[in-house]
């Protein structure tokens, strides 16, 4: 997984702005029109910051949810989604693991496991892909869903601080009305907070988009917990698969990491994928688990390019994949029916391998749902 992971989307990278400028105009509004409205001091509790001893509080608590918002934003940005592409190429499955080991021709052929799904805007296979979300310019994927989901978290509360505050200085700003300067005697330390037009303007611009942003990142939110709970992604909804079923504490550990205290922290969490997880096809779980089981994830090993492609499709040749009568160490697969015209048994037969997914929240509970 590499260090830096940045994808070059022109559209992407406007995104990225638009929600840098849009969060420090919200938090520059409130700090011009409602903390030194409400909170300002001649007596300050710390030099530097002119409030009394509540209002430095909640100023540090404010700023704090912007600096974990933006910190999980630039997670999201820059940690690789899910990219199986660092590791090498599987062995042929045992008949007990059950899917059949894929490769992917849009990415030089390097194996793609049963939960991959290819981005088309990423150009990478991307392991457990829910979409592509042009707000972080990237896949939200296995290794990044915690990032993501901090940014949802931190957003939510920094656009509900927000619009309380604002409120505040709404409060204020009538009750004031008619004085040009919101606080008289402490003047000097309010330069410019003026009871203005250009104040209600920009009070109303930051209370609307505190709203919208709180009520956005909400929704998006309650689709990921969801799909957590689920061990589900918003793609492999519409091709009616999900993951194995345990319970959400183990589904949470998966994305998170085992060290609970560091789940609040925009941290990229220590987490091992598996790779091997089938996709099940929706109420076939205790059909799919006779068949197969839990298995490990098997030994990564090299695999001749050769020996991979020479079936000409998207399928590695091996016990699980192609069946060769005078190969004693070939099985022929396991016959199901299939669970949709396009899909077989487990979800490892696609109609496409390009199964990339973008927006920005719409249809996405429905889709789980």
């Known amino acids: ?169 709404a409060f204020w700003w009538f009750r004031h009305s008619k004085n040009p300067v919101w606080l008289g005697d402490t003047a000097n330390l309010t330069a410019g907070v003026e009871a203005s037009e250009w104040a209600l303007a920009f009070g109303c611009f930051a209370a609307l988009e505190g709203v919208f942003f709180l009520f956005f990142t909400l929704d998006f939110l309650s689709e990921q917990i969801e799909a957590i709970d689920s061990n589900s992604t918003l793609v492999e909804t519409y091709k009616r698969t999900h993951g194995r079923q345990r319970t959400f504490l183990l589904h949470l550990t998966e994305v998170f990491g085992r060290n609970w205290v560091m789940w609040p922290f925009p941290i990229p969490a220590d987490i091992k994928p598996q790779f091997d997880e089938p996709a099940i096809p929706d109420g076939q779980d205790e059909r799919f688990l006779e068949m197969y089981g839990p298995q490990p994830l098997p030994d990564i090993i090299p695999q001749a390019e050769t020996d991979m492609a020479a079936d000409g499709n998207n399928n590695i040749n091996g016990p699980v994949g192609n069946h060769h009568p005078n190969n004693p160490h070939s099985h022929p697969p396991p016959q199901c029916e299939p669970a949709e015209s396009s899909t077989a048994i487990g979800g490892y037969r696609y109609g496409s391998s390009e199964d990339s997914i973008s927006g920005s929240g719409g249809g996405e509970g429905a889709a789980r749902r």
Do not use: E
Not at 17 to 28: E, N, P, R
Not at 46 to 58: E, S
Not at 145 to 159: C, E, R, V
């Open 1 to 169: 997984m590499p260090l830096v992971w940045f994808v070059s989307d022109p559209l992407g990278i406007c995104f990225i702005v638009l929600t840098w400028v849009l969060m420090a105009f919200g938090d520059w509004v409130v700090i011009k029109y409602t903390f030194h409205g409400w909170f300002a001091s001649d007596d300050p509790m710390l030099p530097g910051i002119p409030f009394d001893i509540v209002g430095t509080i909640l100023f540090f608590f404010y700023q704090a949810l912007l600096v974990f918002a933006v910190l999980a934003h630039l997670q999201a940005i820059f940690c690789d989604p899910g990219s199986p592409n660092k590791y090498p190429r599987l062995a042929p499955f045992p008949l007990s693991h059950g899917p059949q080991a894929r490769i992917c021709h849009k990415c030089n052929n390097h194996w793609k496991p049963p939960r991959a799904h290819h981005c088309k805007t990423c150009k990478m296979c991307i392991f457990r892909m829910d979409h592509h979300c042009p707000w972080i310019n990237n896949c939200v994927g296995l290794y990044n869903q915690k990032m993501f989901i901090l940014f949802l978290f931190y957003t939510a509360l920094f656009s509900l601080s927000s619009v309380l505050l604002l409120m505040l200085g």
